[in-house]
């Protein structure tokens, strides 16, 4: 069974970064594609970027050109830098392969207020 650990969340203002990170036990981690989700409280899971085992990404239209997707396959860790925040961007934020197949971990909470 694969774990996931999330890290890198905190409270930051509109407008600011945050970078996440999440590492993944398991040897097939390079061939899934991979992906970055949220929940934000009272609303469904959602994924917001993907990056495949060749690096093609996808974003949702919420978050492209603020968010960036990125892999180190060596280090089975799957990142997320987070520009331009918003305060709908609050949300606990998770990694998983897209489709999800894992058990989901803890995820990193972010929060965007002033």
């Known amino acids: 069974q694969v774990q996931l650990v999330e890290s890198g969340g905190g409270l930051v203002q509109p407008g600011g970064s945050l970078r996440l990170s999440c590492t993944a036990s398991?040897?097939?981690?390079?061939?899934?594609?991979m992906g970055w989700y949220r929940q934000a409280p009272g609303k469904q899971r959602e994924v917001v970027a993907s990056?495949?085992?060749?690096?093609?990404?996808h974003y949702a239209a919420s978050v492209k050109g603020r968010f960036t997707i990125s892999r180190d396959n060596a280090k089975n860790t799957v990142y997320l830098q987070m520009n331009s925040l918003k305060p709908e961007d609050t949300a606990v934020y998770y990694c998983n392969t897209n489709p999800p197949v894992n058990s989901w971990g803890q995820g990193t909470q972010v929060t965007v207020s002033s």
């Open positions: 990056i495949t085992s060749g690096g093609f990404t």
């Open positions: 398991g040897s097939s981690f390079s061939i899934n594609t």
